[in-house]
């Protein structure tokens, strides 16, 4: 691989806008569009630049909660509200505002939006937006008190909703009460699906986004949620015999190969989930159908054995028939060719 | 001549570059916006535009709107008693706009530069360039609606360096954009979307709140039935959300069955209806901020587009959301029609414009279909493997190893999809290879894939046994939804002997077809005198005298437009 700085023509740097420069003067003398190559070995090179100049930290990166909270911590509060944002522009038509609040800086069209400094003293008269969000607090607070999680997890979703919490304070507020969530085993499966979607923690992550360990673990709930859901619709038809033994026990006489690999891998699939929905299950309907996996395949064997052992010996009766009527042959061939195609089936022929 | 065209899912505008500026091109009538609705007359001819627009009222079933929507898929529409696809639809608004910019200009217009929502995809993109060439227009380049915004706005000129949020909510879609300019380069760092949420949505959801608490007592028929009544309630709904961006209350009024159905309406009412709308604006906002790796406090800008976003509650949640306040200044209907004229001027290379370059990314995460075998040798099939993973910069090349799965396996099937879910049968299917590969035992035959995207949103897939090392190749084109380029000319044949009204006449259509529509909404007194108006005109017109054509027309105009200001008389 060509070295990165070669290729951006600059001496080693961690000087993020001299790389940006030195790239966009580079991209200037390719053209994209036809020669894919040198496009992607610059934009490579830049984009190893890049993260060389950022391990610095910089402006970019989504600040992390300052700790993770374990479940028996007492619930934190929510981060201190922020002050409100000045009234809209002036090109904003003019509006009776409902409720009192402070004359706006009457910022002018072309006037940059100014960055609010971060922490501010709270504005001495408390604005409509400023009540709606210490409201919003205690709500949040006392669900947490109360080891409601779902509740305050609901409180939170209507905040983000309506924009009383804003973008950036989404994830540290998530990130204190989703723990509780996560491990809320009164919460039914299909009302966790969807309260977590809501709180937007159900979408892939992109490339480049961190997810923190929290997150993970709502995922990873999401998915063996997912996994159970489907499995309760598959159990409310009778053919489904694997999804029934799982879920109520149903108990079963004989099950064909394909029923025994599916619930082979129902089994593979609950275990790997069952740190989340174990309680869904009755574990003595786990037991019988891990059992029964296990018992199937020699169930089988024993009965393909069987239905194979009469055809041959049928066959070679037909075999000592042929002596007196010709025709019988036929027979042999027949049941030689059906106790052939079973054994194959049966899978006596594989390797390993 | 190169021009800009935004072509909207309610209205389309074209512009130029032009004495160093961006200039929209106004239509026969003198507005800038053209309503992006096809019609047709009782002789089969076909209108476009305003009066078009007003049939939708008087004509519901030979009127096609808001079809930008059904880009890209085989989805027939029908209008003026036959069916037609998106694309066709779409080249009559692309014929007409060229028309006007044709009369504007003085001068031949050949190539056009289209934007399209940035969460449009393979399909959808080559669906609108069939649609230019349907309409004669050599489209070489799309441009996203996002970057045509802050081209609009002027940034990534000079040294300054800046991350831009551009939000643009049309009639039909909504789009978020990260941008990040520097050194005259801009790039799209991350985009995500909602292509089924916009400003004709919280219409239909005020018309649907409205036949819940009024029609069905009054016995209006539902609203899937798309009768004169409906339309009639689409425009009040319509007419209702953007006054109320201005005053406080308002109301919708119906007639309906010789009765006139009021309906209240404020502020407060309005936003408490389309919160649910409003709350799935949050979620695009979020995955692009989370695709950058961006902080919402280091955005510098915040530019809004598209006329949904005038909405008040819309842009508090905006400023709320992001404690930060949007930039407005350019009329935000127009915004994407400039930054469209701007980029015309940049491939026309025009003095007075910086040289700048756009970087894409991709907007979904292309992969294939595998499947693999868990420790205890159980086979789970129909994982989706990405790829090209969504927001990479764009033209991207990217290649991964996939080996065979099973004990001597000759062929090897490789299902290409298009989507984020994890299972591939979640995602849209967009083609398949199948790769022949010497039989050995599992794993040991490799296959290399290529995935290779371009700038103009084409794929192509490369299979190369490592063993063998023959190349199966797919160009991701065919699409149930995309003509091929036979196709294209065989339409075109067709469609150009659709006789269109001349430009000449759409005053006159504009006007005839209003009055048709006030006839139909009014009642009593006020519906006759509509009527006799009417006729004064329309006797004009047998007699063919511009002139005088012309001032019934003038009357007439008037005389709507004191009715449109007062609808109760």
Redesign the interface.
Known sequence: MVDIWQELGIAPTVDV?AI??A???R??AID??RD??A??QL?AAYEAALRRGMSRPV?????SPPRETQADDPPRPLPRP?PP??A??A???P??L?RPQPPPPA?T??D??R??P?PQPPPPAPTA?DLERAQLRRDVNAALQAQDFRTALQHVIGG?????L???E?EPVLESVMPGVVRDTSIRADDYLSLLRQS?WS????????VSPTRQQAMARGEAELWFLRLSAQAKHRTNRAARLLLRGTPVLFLSAPSI?EL??EI?RYRHYSTWIAHRFDHRHIARAEQIAAMGKTVQDLFSGLVIGALVLFGLACLAATVGAPPAFIGTILCFRVAYAMAKRAGWFR?G | MIVGIDLGTTNSLIGVWKDGAAVLIPNALGNLLTPSVVSADDKGRIIVGEPARDRLVSHPKSTAATFKRAMGTSRAIAAAGRTFRADELSSFILKSLKADAEAFLGEKVTEAVITVPAYFNDAQRKATKAAGQLAELKVDRLLTEPTAAALAYGFATGDD?S?VLVIDMGGGTLDVSLLHS????MEVK?TAGDIWLGGEDFTQLIASVFMEEKGKAAGIPPLSQNLPVHGALLRQAEAVKRML??T?ASAIEVNYDGRTISWPMDR?RLEAIC?PL??RV??P???T??????????I???VLAGGATRM?MF???I???????????INPDEVVARGAAVRAGLVQRSAGLE?R?L?DVSPF?LGVEVASR?A?G?L?QGAFLPII?????I???RAHMLGTII?NQTRVKLGIYQG???TARDNMFLGQIVVAVPPAPAGEEQIEVRF?Y??SGLLEVDATPLSSGQTSNLVVESNPGVLTKAEIAQRRAALGKLKIHPREDSENLAVVARAHRLFEESLGTMRMQVGKELELLLAEIERQDPQRIAAARDRLRHFLDAIDRNPLG
Request: charge should be positive; avoid cysteine.
């Open positions: 806008k940006r420069r790239y966009a003067a991209l200037r994209a569009d894919l190559a496009f992607q934009r402006a970019t990166v989504i600040p922020q944002p000045p809209p522009t090109d904003d038509p509006r009776p409902p910022p069209a072309d940059p939006p960055p609010l971060r937006e983000l909703a309506r924009g009383t804003s973008l950036g989404r937007g979408t892939v992550p992109g490339a480049r986004e961190r690999k082979q891998q593979v390797k | 360096e991350v520097f050194e005259g380069i991350a961006s201005d406080d407060e919160e409003l709350g949050r979620l906002l979020e995955r901020l989370r695709d950058a790796a961006i902080a919402p406090e280091s510098s800008r915040i008040p842009r508090r949640l400023t709320r959301l992001f404690r930060q306040l949007p930039v407005q200044h040289e370059i970087t995460t868990t205890d159980t789970l993973e969504r927001n990479t910069v033209p991207a090349s004990d984020e879910a994890r290779t371009d700038t």
